[in-house]
């Protein structure tokens, strides 16, 4: 039997955020024997670079929204996917978020090619995004996300809990990179790796990092990531804020980086006090580094810190429950590497790479088998 030939397709370019990077583990899961990633692309970007380096074919071309109110155009360009899927010997169709009406999701429906419709973020679903119509499966990243989805009774049937993947050997593999980034080798470092935007909770960040620099605590805090979409005044009040008395000189910001495996190794502690969170990426990144963590208790994350045993989850919102939790791991001493350690020993078997390759592979195939 030929290798199942799977086209992803995702609308960015760069690997900055979490969905691209689970989409990269998802790949790397794959048993290259059995299946064969593509990828549609219609630009260049740090993505682009990073499926190249792990072989996977590149087609050229864009994913439009197409709609009845424009009939010629609608059946042009569904038209023109047909064959761009029948050229490439295209087998199933991976869409990494739900797009609206798209014509590369129709043309596979329309050829019997099984469409894969995978949630990163919360959603509702419409009768009239066809897109939903069209696929086979729903892939949502935790079970706390399917909870929150609009009308989810529409797709209940189809829909499938896939978590992210992280691959341990990598993040536990990071070597600290502390002088290269204005740290010592004996600050105590707290951490973050987010987008800057309210949702991630970087002003909390940075309220609980004024209440441990003014109760006594000796930290400096680092942030990673990049200003968030639509975003501007946010980021840039929460640069001011940084370059301010007491934060100043204490929180580093680094912008995006994509070493992030150093940079972890770099942290003691790692915090997100995060506002929503469907799944938790970088908290499975975190733990796979042996970094201890502080995480809000929302979303899918207490699936991920199932316990005071793994990591601290805080329920209350509020820089002063954040730093109370901090405070408390900060005091364990030789302990806390033990706790870091417990929290890498819980991924496996839940969230490393062989586990949910299994788990895609075994609905890639039974899409495959149904369409034969």
């Avoid at 090619?113 to 009239?128: E, K, Q, Y």
């Avoid at 892939?139 to 341990?168: H, M, P, T, W």
């Avoid at 804020?241 to 934060?247: H, N, V």
């Avoid at 302990?335 to 586990?355: M, P, Q, T, W």
Wanted: aromatic share 6%.
């Amino acid at each position: 039997m030929n290798p199942v030939k799977v086209l992803y397709y995702y609308s960015s370019a760069q690997v900055d955020t979490g969905s691209p990077r689970a989409m990269l583990r998802m790949i790397d899961s794959l048993n290259r024997d059995e299946f064969r990633p593509a990828f549609m692309a219609s630009g260049a970007g740090s993505l682009i670079d990073e499926l190249r380096s792990r072989n996977v074919e590149i087609i050229e071309g864009r994913v439009d929204s197409v709609s009845w109110r424009h009939p010629l155009r609608f059946i042009r360009s569904v038209r023109a996917k047909r064959a761009l899927l029948k050229r490439y010997g295209v087998d199933l169709v991976h869409m990494n978020e739900p797009g609206w009406n798209s014509d590369l999701v129709l043309a596979a429906r329309l050829s019997g090619i099984p469409v894969v419709l995978h949630l990163h973020n919360p959603v509702t679903v419409s009768n009239r995004n066809l897109n939903y119509v069209a696929a086979s499966r729903i892939f949502v990243c935790s079970a706390a996300q399917a909870r929150e989805i609009g009308n989810f009774d529409r797709v209940k049937d189809r829909c499938v809990v896939l978590y992210n993947a992280v691959d341990i050997g990598l993040f536990a593999g990071g070597r600290p990179i502390r002088e290269s980034i204005g740290l010592s080798k004996d600050d105590r470092v707290i951490g973050t790796i987010a987008q800057i935007k309210h949702g991630k909770g970087i002003d909390l960040f940075l309220d609980t990092a004024e209440r441990l620099l003014t109760g006594g605590n000796k930290v400096k805090l680092v942030i990673v990531g990049p200003k968030g979409v639509a975003e501007d005044d946010y980021f840039r009040a929460c640069i001011d804020r940084i370059e301010r008395s007491p934060l100043q000189g204490n929180v580093i910001y680094l912008g995006s980086r994509v070493d992030v495996p150093d940079l972890l190794a770099s942290f003691d502690i790692f915090f997100l006090p995060t506002r929503a969170e469907t799944f938790g990426m970088v908290v499975i990144e975190a733990m796979a580094a042996g970094v201890p963590v502080v995480v809000s208790h929302v979303g899918g994350i207490p699936e991920i810190v199932t316990g005071a045993d793994v990591g601290r989850t805080v329920r209350d919102l509020d820089p002063d429950a954040y730093a109370t939790a901090i405070e408390e791991l900060l005091q364990m001493g030789d302990a806390l590497k033990a706790l870091g350690e417990r929290g890498r020993e819980s991924l496996a078997g839940r969230f490393d790479i062989a586990h949910v390759g299994a788990t895609l592979g075994a609905v890639y195939k039974q899409l495959a088998m149904q369409r034969q």
